[in-house]
């Protein structure tokens, strides 16, 4: 059975829709929803097309010197950042699957995605 | 309708700062208000004090800074993503002990809190992106 319910999801979604060590997109995204979470506010995620790559397991800092991004995620939690929404078709696109992911999601169908967005009162997508 | 824009893109590198440029001249233009831009990711280069593009081409810097002047639109700058970028007002820029500030006002560096704050206290916010 579905996850995704109309009901409320939270007050805040970040969208991450770009893979994690090309650009600064998906730390500057992470780094508003942990803004958010900290000022009280009920955030969720959302991983879509080269977003996905961002919850592979072992994403350790790098040779350019980049911090990776694994050690953000699992802080996540801390944060009571615990909704983790992943495009089931854009992980399938990838050859992935939820095993491949660092941390347990909900997988959301295309046509489910605007439930979602729904169910958010702001978005910002990255 | 009072709106705020969320900048995330560089002037001249994309179309984003050219196209919430002319969002914000349109919505003026159609009697609503643009109360507050802010600048993040590259977005911040928006605020480049040195920014010093050829005469027969926009200055998308001035651009901003006239719409300060004009409408009273606040414009914000996320600090993080300045510093990093190298955009620093005086006060950053003695902290960091060098000379000269990248960004002056009426360009102001402020905390991500900020943007989540205006997305709250405008009607609407407006993203452009690259």
């Given amino acids: 059975m579905s996850e995704i319910t109309e009901a409320s999801h939270g007050d805040l979604l970040v969208m991450l829709r770009h893979a994690p060590h090309g650009g600064l997109w998906l730390r500057e995204a992470l780094d508003l929803a942990l803004v958010g979470a900290a000022f009280g506010q009920s955030v969720s995620l959302l991983l879509m097309g080269d977003g996905v790559w961002a919850l592979l397991q072992g ?8 911090k990776g991004s694994q050690s953000t ?12 929404y992943v495009d089931v078709d854009s992980l399938a696109a990838r050859g992935l699957t939820r095993d491949d992911l660092l941390l347990p999601v909900i997988e959301v169908s295309t046509p489910e995605l605007s439930t979602v967005l729904a169910g958010h009162r702001q978005i910002f997508n990255f | 309708m009072r709106y705020a824009l969320l900048v995330l893109g560089g002037p001249y590198s994309h179309q984003a700062a ?5 969002f914000a001249h349109a919505a003026i233009a159609r009697g609503h208000r643009v109360g507050t831009v802010f600048f993040y990711h590259d977005g911040v280069y928006n605020a480049a004090h040195f920014a010093a593009p050829p005469q027969d081409e926009p200055h998308l810097v001035d651009a901003w800074r006239e719409l300060q002047r004009t409408q009273g639109t606040v414009l914000q700058v996320c600090v993080a993503a300045a510093l990093r970028r190298g ?7 003695e902290r960091h002990g060098k000379r000269g500030a990248s960004l002056e006002p009426p360009f102001e560096l402020t905390g991500l809190g900020q943007l989540l704050d205006i997305g709250q206290t405008h009607e609407r916010l407006i993203t452009f992106a690259p």
């Fill in chain 1, 59 to 66: 994403q350790g800092s790098g040779p350019l010197g980049q």
């Fill in chain 2, 87 to 93: 955009l620093l007002d005086a006060r950053e820029a």
């Fill in chain 2, 18 to 22: 050219h196209s919430a440029l002319r």
């Fill in chain 1, 73 to 84: 995620f699992e802080m996540l939690e801390m944060y009571d950042i615990e909704r983790l």
